[in-house]
């Protein structure tokens, strides 16, 4: 059973993913209107993970007895400057996002909620892994700096990234990871 407290908490998370998935959606319609398919790819397969990760926690309060509040979400910037604008955009989310998920555990943590911290570890390792992606592809966009060449290369390695979750809820996420 989740206290008070952490319910909240995790009706928050829920709300920040979607937000996460609104700001990749945003950033995939940039790409595509830069011309960069591949990168627009990789933005929508973002969006895929954020809905993901928000029906994730969403099951999870309600097969805890919790109590589930959707609140609007956030719009999201729209224009971005360049690749390199919006890979370091989305690496400073990402950090946002470490830190609450941190924050989350802190509370579970505090609330003595043991099942929480274990579903909370899965995101805690998944945060680690969405901020090293984007460290390499920040770096790569640095090595290659204005070259439309270079550009291209990462953009045509982008495409090749395919969605890993399940894009239909309609059955639930389950414990599918």
């Given amino acids: 059973m989740l206290s008070a407290k952490m319910n909240d908490a995790l009706n928050e998370q829920i709300n920040k993913e979607m937000y996460s998935a609104y700001l990749y959606m945003s950033m995939s ?6 011309g960069l398919k591949g990168f627009a790819n990789w933005f929508m397969a973002q969006y895929h993970e954020e809905m993901y990760h928000a029906m994730k926690i969403y099951e999870y309060i309600a097969r805890q007895g919790g109590k589930i509040t959707l609140k609007a ?3 999201p910037p729209g224009e971005f400057a360049s690749a390199l604008d919006m890979m370091t955009k989305t690496l400073e989310h990402e950090q946002f996002v470490t830190r609450s998920i ?3 555990m802190e509370t579970a943590i505090a609330e003595k909620d043991h099942a929480t911290q274990i579903f909370l570890q899965w995101y805690v390792t998944e945060q680690v892994e969405e901020e090293e992606n ?14 439309p060449h270079g ?3 990462i953009d045509r390695d982008l495409a090749g990234r395919m969605t890993t979750v399940p894009t239909d809820f309609s059955k639930g996420v389950g414990g599918e990871e």
Wanted: proline residues 0%.
């Fill in 29 to 34: 319609n940039q790409s595509n209107e830069m």
């Fill in 73 to 75: 979400i956030d719009e």
């Fill in 102 to 104: 941190n924050d989350l």
């Fill in 134 to 147: 984007d460290n390499d592809i920040i770096a790569q966009l640095k090595l290659v700096k204005e070259s």
């Fill in 151 to 153: 550009l291209m290369m």
